[in-house]
Every structure is written in C-alpha cells, then in structure tokens.
C-alpha cells in the first residue's frame, strides 16, 4: 500500500493542503491568536488544561480600539482545536467579497487521524454595527486561499469530501476539486467558472490512477470516480465515461458503473437518467 499513501500524498499536493494539514498536528503552544487588517483587529484566546483540550475559546473583535463583539465560540466538543487560519499561525482578517470591509476567520481542527477542519466566517453588519457569522464544513480536505481571477477577491480551493470512502477504503479514495467563493455573508460553489484549473486537477487525478494501476497495489476505483466528476464539471461527462469504462475491466464493472452513476447525481454531478 506504500504506493497508495505515496499517490495520495501527490494528490493533496495537487490542492497545497499538505502544509496545512501538517501544521495542524503540531501542538498548541500560545493561548492567543491574533490578526488584523486596518482598523479591525481579532484575537482568539483560550484555556488548554490537558493535552488535545480546548476550552473557553473566545473571539473577540475590535473596531478603531472599541470592542464589538466579545463571545465564545461554537465548538462541537472541547477537542475542536483553533488554529487561527489553515496556513498562517495569525487570525486571518481579510476582505473576501471585495467589499472593502474585512472578514474575520476562526478555523478549527476536529482532532483525529484525517478529520476535519471547518471555518466560521463573521461578517461586519454596518447598519447593525454587529458581526454576523456562518459555519462551513471542509471535512478532511482544508482549504487554500488563492485569488484565481486577480480581481482582488480569493477563492477557496478544496475538495468534494463527500468521496471520501465512497468506492473504496478512505486511503484510497480520489476527490474531484472544488472552488468556493464568499459573497454577501454566503460561500458559492463556483467550481465550473473556473475550468483550467478542474482540468489540471482532473488530468493528476488520472496520474494518480494509472501510477497505482502501474503497481497493481489497488483497483482505483476512488480516483476513476474523482476523474469522472472533474469531467462533468468540464462538461465532458461523455468523454469521462469512454476512458472509464475503457479502464476498467473488472468483474464488477456492471455494479461499479451503476453505483457511480447514482452516486454522482445524487451529488449533483449529473442530471437523472444522464450519461
């Protein structure tokens, strides 16, 4: 399996989530992270009473020096870590819908072998002079931040995580790219706008595929499910199947295909009845 774990390593490489991922698994040493951007500035403190243990974890933002919000924050259990952002050992306050007014990022890391990360965004209301916040999900994958257009507004590039264990084991598992943009207090997928980079991810995906196929150490099945979804996401989901079916030979291929076709309409891939 030792080409499985070297595969999907340059798969995560493909999305630069390695380095956050490691940095995520280094222990905690400070009880504050902080970051600002103008006039706004976040700090995030909490207790650690034991190893792995999280507690009191308040967020606290400041407007010109006024404290505006001042509030403990939502964890799931006491071993959710904060992490300040994915990629940086500072709170990230930046502006992400190109409104000019930044946003503050508490992420937190679940705990575990390969489980999870999320983020909470909050948003400056002006008419309410309050923070409004959201919460999103990034499962196993994490993010990276890139502004893909140059127009001054980052994108989040990612990973469908609902691929994870879909065919095969979770080692073993491919996950087609997602993209995701902040507007207006909402995260959209804008997966499909951007198709140089869904190309690029679909063309590692088969790399990844034929380099485990070359070592027979696994029947690949997660990756060919990665590459289909990228193409649909070209639009090319007729091209996908050729080279899938083509590919794979195995006795189950019938059951195979079948689960696949289900498995991507019911993630929104394709439309009922369609290739």
């Known amino acids: 399996m030792n080409t499985i774990h070297k595969s999907i390593s340059k798969f995560l490489v493909s999305l630069t989530l390695l380095g ?41 933002i400041k407007r010109a020096g006024k404290t505006v919000l001042n509030q403990n924050l939502p964890q799931e259990s006491e071993y959710d870590r904060p992490i300040g952002g994915l990629f940086t050992d500072k709170l990230p306050v930046l502006d992400l819908d190109g409104n ?72 073993a598992s491919g996950y087609p790219i997602q993209i995701w943009q902040y507007r207006q207090g909402k995260m959209i997928d804008v997966t499909r706008r951007y198709p140089k980079e869904v190309a690029s991810h679909a063309a590692e995906v088969w790399k990844n595929y034929t380099e485990i196929q070359q070592q027979g150490e696994d029947e690949g099945k997660g990756f060919l499910a990665a590459y289909l979804a990228d193409k649909y996401l070209l639009g090319q989901g007729q091209d996908g199947w050729r080279r899938v079916q083509q590919a794979y030979k195995k006795s189950d291929r019938n059951q195979y295909f079948a689960e696949l076709r289900k498995f991507l309409r019911e993630t929104g891939y394709t439309r009922s009845g369609g290739k």
């Open 20 to 60: 956050g991922l490691a940095a995520i698994n280094q222990p905690a040493k400070a009880d504050t992270i902080t970051g600002e951007s103008g006039n706004v500035r976040a700090e995030i403190s909490f207790e650690k009473p034991e190893e792995f243990q999280y507690k009191n974890v308040r967020l606290r």
């Open 100 to 171: 000019k007014e930044p946003e503050v990022m508490a992420d937190f890391f679940t705990g575990g072998a390969h489980c999870c990360t999320y983020s909470l965004i909050y948003r400056y209301n002006s008419k309410s002079q309050q923070y409004q916040k959201i919460r999103h999900d990034w499962g196993n994958g994490g993010y990276q931040l890139k502004d893909l257009d140059k127009d001054g507004r980052p994108e989040f590039i990612s990973r469908d995580d609902r691929f994870a264990y879909a065919f095969t084991s979770y080692a």
